[in-house]
């Protein structure tokens, strides 16, 4: 989860980068500029056709963007945002994905509480009332609503005409979605072939349903890229997730990015780590490549 250690360290790591006052930051923050920060895609299989989408869902209609190449079938991808939501950033970011050669749907997880946006547009850690709807935003959601969640998406991602059924499913999920992955792959063992959790929070708790207890349910092959920061204050979160899948017997590359801050990986983030970010994509890709063959 983006908890208060977590946005905290953003917030320090960003001011003193940059050089800036907590009041500047504030004004700063997500949002500017996105589109100038992706870089190009290599190796794109086809232009993308995308539009924004209403999900029927036992709680009510989620909103989602979902975008594929312009023609062909292709391997689906469940694609959960960060603590901030459905944002231009992660339309980006599921364009771009989709432009390497599969049908993304970026999903609202908030939908319950309301549409995207969720967040504002320039949002400021240090203001009480943001901070505030941010974590009630987050702390609305269970491990009862991701599953619920995503026995919806992967049905309607699987109705899909740009979707290859023949091929598994992969899931992404960053900062407190990273354990929605998890609890999609252990759903769907048979469907999801492939999770990418960036930068995750809440992988491993002393709880019952502490997600990590799932990877024996599951049948994917994963990818952990771990803030260094992350794991300076849970070091043995990479350590249990090792020992989890290779008891399990399958593939996991769980890897610390080194000089990294939680929540480097979305490109609007004042984190943003841009050479880790590339790597951390690169072995998605490669990750997918294989996995969802």
């Known amino acids: 989860m983006c908890d208060n250690d977590s946005l905290e360290d953003m917030i320090e790591y960003q001011l003193r980068s940059a050089g800036l006052s907590r009041r500047q ?25 995308e539009s924004e989408v209403d999900i029927k ?3 009510g209609t989620a ?25 231009p950033a992660f339309r980006q970011m599921g364009k771009r994905l989709a432009e390497s050669g599969y049908s993304v749907l970026v999903v609202n997880p908030f939908y319950r509480t309301k549409r995207a946006p969720t967040a504002p547009e320039h949002a400021d850690f240090e203001d009480p009332a943001t901070h505030a709807a941010l974590m009630a935003l ?19 991602l699987d109705g899909q005409p740009s979707l290859d059924r023949k091929r ?8 407190m979605t990273g354990p929605f992955t998890l609890r999609t792959a252990a759903t769907f063992p048979d469907r999801i072939g492939a999770g990418a959790c960036f930068h995750g929070g809440s992988l491993v708790t002393d709880k019952p349903d502490s997600p990590h207890l799932l ?11 771990i803030a260094e920061s992350d794991d300076q204050r849970q070091p ?8 989890a899948f290779a008891t399990a017997k399958l593939p996991a590359e769980i890897e610390v990015y080194a ?24 072995r998605m890709l490669a990750l997918f490549k294989t996995a969802l063959a």
Request: glycine share 10%; with cysteine; net charge neutral.
């Open 236 to 243: 043995e979160t990479k350590n249990v997730l090792r020992a």
């Open 138 to 156: 987050a702390g609305s959601l269970t491990a009862q609503t991701a599953v619920t969640d995503a026995k919806a998406f992967v049905a309607w």
């Open 168 to 175: 598994r499913m992969g899931t992404t999920g960053y900062c």
């Open 63 to 87: 909103d989602a963007y979902f975008v594929h190449p312009s023609s062909g079938t292709y391997p689906g991808v469940l694609m959960w945002p960060d603590i901030y939501g459905l944002r």
């Open 259 to 282: 000089g990294t801050i939680h929540g480097w990986c979305p490109t609007d983030s004042r984190v943003y780590n841009h050479d880790q970010a590339e790597k951390a994509w690169s």
């Open 25 to 49: 930051f504030g004004a700063l923050t997500f949002g500017a500029g996105v589109g100038s920060l992706l870089p190009a895609v290599a190796g794109a299989a086809a232009e993308a056709k």
């Open 215 to 225: 990877v024996p349910k599951m049948k994917a092959q994963y990818l952990f890229a």
């Open 57 to 59: 869902t036992p709680d």
